[in-house]
């Protein structure tokens, strides 16, 4: 899935370069199209019952990403087993790769770690990997 958007001012510092943690936010955003696409929104996934936790988060930054820019995130799903599911990104400027990150997450109910219920699980399982 590719998830397109702009470098907003508010996102950048002094300089009209994006602050490193506005890149955790924008793989939320691009996961939450994600999930919002293969039919599984979070507010559907909380509605039964579920939260959708963040187990683990890596970004390594290769160039910036500056005010106003056009930038896109390729995103895909790279692993799935019982309890958990992991994400590949990678946040392109025409072409060029600016950012590389990775997410793991959970599925949890009632505070407890579960296993990946079985409509959200059928909806991954589908989706191209890599990795």
């Known amino acids: 899935m590719i998830y397109r958007r702009r470098v907003q001012f508010y ?3 002094a300089q009209g370069v994006v602050h490193h943690s506005n890149y955790f936010r924008f793989f939320e955003e691009a996961r939450g199209e994600f999930l919002r696409d293969i039919g599984v929104p979070y507010s559907e996934i909380r509605e039964s019952g579920y939260e959708v936790v963040l187990l683990e988060a890596s970004c390594t930054f290769r160039k910036p990403l500056f ?3 056009l930038f896109e995130i390729q995103l895909c799903l790279s692993e799935v087993d019982r309890f958990t599911f992991t ?3 990678e946040v392109r400027v025409e072409g060029e790769l600016r950012a590389e990150g ?3 997450h959970c599925v949890t109910r009632q505070g407890r770690i579960v296993s990946i219920p079985e409509k959200l699980r059928i909806k991954l399982l589908p ?3 890599r990795g």
């Open 11 to 13: 996102e950048t510092d």
């Open 67 to 69: 005010y106003d820019e």
């Open 87 to 89: 994400f590949l990104y």
């Open 102 to 104: 990775r997410t793991r």
């Open 127 to 129: 989706t191209p990997r």
